[in-house]
């Protein structure tokens, strides 16, 4: 199975960017479905962003919509969270998630994913 490892995160400010990457290893990226999720300090993690092996299907938490963008690209075996205009509620220890693709499009819980990465701190100044 797959091993994850995010980068990208930081110290920014209200209305930045900022583009989280997921490398993946091994040969058979493309059969896994990929997730976003976060957790605040005290907060359970929640889904951020989902997508299908294909790219083809994507799923957003209402609170991202319009601001957040996932995306894959396959021959880099490598999974995107785009996240633009940023807030401070926003601030959390962002892991990726897979899985393999099952019947499903996409997945958004986390006890749909059996593969996790350590996680990469984003944190929004005011």
């Known amino acids: 199975q797959v091993q994850l490892v995010e980068s990208g995160g930081g110290l920014v400010q209200a209305g930045d960017s900022l583009r989280l990457s997921c490398v993946a290893s091994g040969r058979t990226f493309s059969a896994y479905a990929m997730g976003w999720f976060r957790q605040a300090p005290g907060k359970e993690r929640d889904v951020v962003a989902a997508?299908?092996?294909?790219?083809?299907?994507?799923y957003y938490t209402d609170s991202v919509k319009g601001r957040f963008t996932i995306s894959r690209d396959n021959a880099k075996n490598s999974v995107y969270l785009q996240m633009n205009s940023l807030k401070p509620e926003d601030t959390a220890v962002y892991y990726c998630a897979a899985r393999r693709q099952g019947g499903s499009a996409y997945y958004t819980t986390p006890d749909d994913y059996y593969v996790w990465g350590q996680g990469t701190q984003v944190t929004v100044s005011s």
């Open positions: 997508i299908s092996w294909s790219g083809g299907s994507t």
